[in-house]
C-alpha cells in the first residue's frame, strides 16, 4: 500500500485547501477510505469517511458543514476539501485506507491555520 499525500500547507483563519492523496497498491475502488488529523500534544481524530462508491460519507461533529471528503475511483485518489478554517484545525492530516480488515498509515501532511 502506498499513499502520496499533498495538498497541506498554512493558510489564514478562514482559509481553503484542500488535500489530496493518491493510492496502489490495493483495490481502492471497494475500499472505505477515511481522514484522521492528530494535533500537537493531542489523539488521533477521525476527520471523515467514505465508502468505496463513494455515496456515503461521515464527518466528525468539528468539520462538519465545513470538510467535504470525496473519492475518484478512476484515478485512485480521495480528496480532503477544507473551507472555513480554524486554528483548532491545525494538525498532521492523514488519509487511512480500511481494506481487508487493517488501516494503513502514511507520513501524513502538516495543515497549519495561522495569522
Same mark, same amino acid.
Given at each position: ?19 489530496? $492523496? ?22 488521533? @481524530? ?41 486554528? @483548532? ?5 492523514? $488519509? ?6 487493517? @488501516? ?12
Amino acid at each position: 500500500v502506498q499513499l502520496v499525500q499533498s495538498g497541506g500547507g498554512l493558510v489564514q483563519p478562514g482559509g481553503s485547501l484542500r488535500l489530496s $492523496c493518491a493510492t496502489s497498491g490495493f483495490t481502492f475502488r471497494s475500499s472505505v477510505m477515511r481522514w484522521y488529523r492528530q494535533a500537537p500534544g493531542k489523539g488521533r @481524530e477521525l476527520v471523515a469517511t467514505i465508502n468505496g462508491p463513494g455515496d456515503t460519507t461521515n464527518y466528525a461533529d468539528s468539520v462538519k458543514g465545513r470538510f467535504t471528503i470525496s473519492r475518484d475511483n478512476a484515478k485512485n485518489t480521495v480528496y480532503l476539501q477544507m473551507n472555513s478554517l480554524k486554528p @483548532e484545525d491545525t494538525a498532521v492530516y492523514y $488519509c487511512v485506507p480500511y481494506y481487508m480488515g487493517s @488501516e494503513y498509515w502514511g507520513q501524513g501532511t502538516q495543515v497549519t491555520v495561522s495569522s
